[in-house]
């Protein structure tokens, strides 16, 4: 287990600078062995232990002490966290409940079946909202061609410029439109300022949710996106940030 784990590490570090060759080794999880390995192994060697002693005074003690040791560690990352959003969602504890609320809204003020435009840092939507995204950077799927088409809305749904990536609201009405029509998307969530000229549903200090107009956007003859990052996306949705800024 050990030497895998090992041998991973060092095409790891062998690779760093020929990502393509690390991505096609390292997709087959040379490190997820220990995940399982060592609680397992953990597990099965208390079992030995204490069936060592189960005909002895010090049972309870070889019975309880690691339980307590086990059971104290897991309190005190417990109360670490306490107050605090999930890794997931980030550190920011004020943003964190302003996600929570928009997700509520979301949640109770809209279809089952809808489909949303969702801020690329959001990985936790589908948790608390319990609808469908068009993207989502977190879920990746895991065979190739599902690969292939989530790099391609990745790359098509979130512009980016120098400075980074560009929020919904910052792409413009236009382009927000031009995406949602494309990907049969109902409603957006972005940072609430600036705001679009959309129908608004909700906001906070941190987000706002829009709805899509029921009617179609008229689409525009839209060339394909430059490849990017590998990926070529025929048919697809000029750059949002490039149609923002015509």
């Not at 030995?48 to 339980?67: C, K």
Request: glycine share 6%; net charge positive; with cysteine.
């Amino acid at each position: 287990m050990k030497a895998i784990a090992a041998a991973g590490l060092v095409l790891g570090y062998a690779l760093r600078h020929r990502p393509a060759l690390a991505a096609a080794t390292l997709r087959f999880y040379w490190f997820r062995l220990a995940d399982v390995a060592l609680p397992l192994g953990l597990a099965l060697g208390l079992t030995a232990l204490t069936g060592m002693f189960r005909n002895s005074r010090l049972f309870p003690i070889v019975l309880l002490v690691p339980l307590g040791l086990l059971g104290w560690s897991m309190f005190e990352k417990m109360e670490a966290r306490r107050g605090m959003p999930p890794r997931a969602d980030g550190a920011d504890v004020l943003a964190y409940r302003d996600w929570l609320d928009i997700c509520r809204v979301a949640r109770e003020a809209t279809p089952r079946d809808a489909r949303f435009l969702t801020p690329r840092h959001s990985q936790t939507f589908h948790w608390y909202a319990e609808r469908a995204e068009v993207v989502n950077w977190k879920n990746i799927p895991q065979d190739a061609e599902s690969i292939v088409e989530w790099a391609a809305r990745i790359y098509d749904v979130y512009a980016t410029d120098g400075r980074g990536e560009v929020p919904f609201c910052e792409q413009g009405t236009e382009a927000v439109l031009h995406l949602a029509d494309f990907y049969d998307a109902g409603f957006v969530i972005t940072l609430a300022d600036p705001p679009l000229e959309l129908r608004r549903l909700a906001v906070n200090r941190t987000y706002a949710l829009y709805a899509i107009p029921n009617t179609p956007h008229a689409r525009r003859k839209a060339p394909s996106p430059p490849r990017r990052g590998g990926v070529k996306s025929s048919g697809r949705p000029a750059s949002a940030s490039s149609i923002a800024r015509r």
